[in-house]
């Protein structure tokens, strides 16, 4: 069975300290690994899709890395406004339905 | 920019009534999904539609669920008989089109209370 996981499910970072979230997946036939932001009361808003082993892609404060067995988002100097949680899917094999982690819920305290 | 729209943000209900959810997709977009969220658990996919029809379905989407695109702009997701454990959010998203890997951009929901 096609399994997403993230962790930590929690974590608290004093503004400026950096740090990273872990998402490890077992699927097969990896289509793209996508990372979502979701902010309380909303929907998942798009970040970032990776598709193979050794791709990253940045945006402001994050950075996300992908190998055969994991990603990481890394988040560099956060600030309290990047507090929410952070969601990774997957998509695999012959369909298009996006495999949901349960999400980790970063809070930047100032 | 272009977003999905949901409507209504919040639906309550009585046990064993029926509900209509609606979406509007991004206006170029070909590929259609619902999804729903329990509180406190991951987003789960129920179904996606395309050209018109069911192009996948999970287990969760049962005869107790319908979809419908109604005109050229609206995607509905139905509900009959209305059980408690359908309370949960529902995501409505959508995607450009048949390459994979494509993001899916996702409304802000639907949180549907049944009583």
């Known amino acids: 069975e096609d399994q997403v996981t993230q962790s930590p499910e929690a974590l608290r970072l004093q503004e400026g300290e950096s740090s990273s979230l872990n998402c490890s997946y077992t699927?097969?036939?990896?289509?793209?690994l996508f990372w979502y932001r979701q902010d309380p009361g909303k929907g998942p808003e798009f970040l970032f899709t990776?598709?193979?082993a050794g791709e990253e892609k940045e945006k402001e404060r994050l950075k996300a890395t992908l190998t055969k067995k994991e990603s990481f988002l890394h988040i560099t100097a956060p600030k309290p406004e990047d507090s929410a949680t952070y969601l990774c899917?997957?998509?695999?094999?012959?369909?298009?339905?996006?495999?949901f982690g349960t999400g980790t819920s970063l809070t930047v305290i100032p | 920019e272009p977003e999905v729209t949901q409507t209504p943000s919040h639906q309550v209900t009585q046990m064993g009534q029926e509900v209509i959810l609606r979406c509007v997709p991004i206006?170029?977009?070909?590929?259609f999904y619902w999804y729903r969220q329990i509180l406190g658990q991951k987003v789960e996919f129920l179904v996606s539609?395309?050209?018109?029809?069911?192009?996948?379905k999970s287990e969760i989407f049962d005869d107790q669920f319908s979809v419908e695109r109604p005109d050229g702009s609206n995607f509905t997701l139905k509900i009959r008989s209305t059980k408690l454990e359908d309370s949960a959010m529902y995501f409505c998203?959508?995607?450009?089109?048949?390459?994979?890997?494509?993001?899916?951009?996702f409304g802000d929901g639907t949180r549907l209370s049944i009583l």
């Open positions: 998203a959508s995607s450009p089109g048949l390459r994979w890997g494509q993001p899916q951009h």
């Open positions: 699927v097969s036939g990896l289509r793209g």
């Open positions: 990776l598709y193979s």
């Open positions: 899917a997957v998509q695999a094999g012959a369909g298009n339905q996006f495999y």
């Open positions: 206006s170029n977009h070909l590929y």
């Open positions: 539609f395309y050209n018109n029809e069911i192009s996948e």
